[in-house]
């Protein structure tokens, strides 16, 4: 990034600076031999905005019969890093309205309808957590910044009755916005 940067900032000096110095006429003579051009450089910086996660996927843990009895079971999710040169947003939503379900067990199909609800999001292992769903949420925002870092925390939810075996997954989309 800082060397397209600084590529960028050249071109600018010779597009700015190479027309100036052949319209402009400079002579000297005598010692010593010198001459000066004015000029002047100009750019325009962008919105510029980069999301950097520690992992893409994350395996959530495994239910054990205590997590069924309680009805969920917690798994760290990754650090999300936000880079910005202005205000931005970090919105969460669900790919799908329900997970993918792939049967592992003869005569127990796995839960084809278990719902993106059942995923709870937090960015605090202890905070309030929100079920997951197909419409942004707001999980982070902040000012412009150089390295702002946010560990996201997942609740999966689990019924005795409705989650069968199974291997499940759920697609998760993070949106950097900067308005």
Not at 74 to 91: D, E, K, R, Y
Not at 144 to 169: I, K, R
């Amino acid at each position: 990034m800082k060397r397209a940067a600084v590529m960028l900032v050249a071109v600018i000096l010779c597009a700015v600076i190479a027309p100036a110095r052949s319209l402009a006429q400079c002579s000297a003579s005598g010692a010593p031999d010198n001459c000066s051009v004015p000029g002047s450089v100009s750019m325009t910086a962008a919105r510029v905005v980069r999301l950097q996660m520690s992992a893409g996927s994350t395996p959530l843990t495994a239910p054990t019969p205590s997590d069924f009895d309680a009805g969920f079971n917690s798994t760290t999710g990754p650090t999300l890093t936000v880079s910005a040169n202005a205000a931005w947003t970090l919105h969460i939503r669900s790919g799908t309205a329900v997970w993918t379900a792939t049967n592992t067990s003869a005569g127990a199909p796995a839960r084809a309808n278990k719902p993106a609800a059942d995923l709870m999001w937090s960015t605090a292992s202890g905070g309030a957590f929100s079920a997951l769903t197909t419409t942004d949420a707001s999980l982070v925002g902040g000012a412009a910044t150089a390295n702002s870092a946010t560990t996201l925390y997942f609740q999966t939810l689990y019924n005795w009755s409705l989650d069968t075996p199974g291997n499940y997954s759920l697609s998760i989309v993070l949106t950097l916005t900067s308005p």
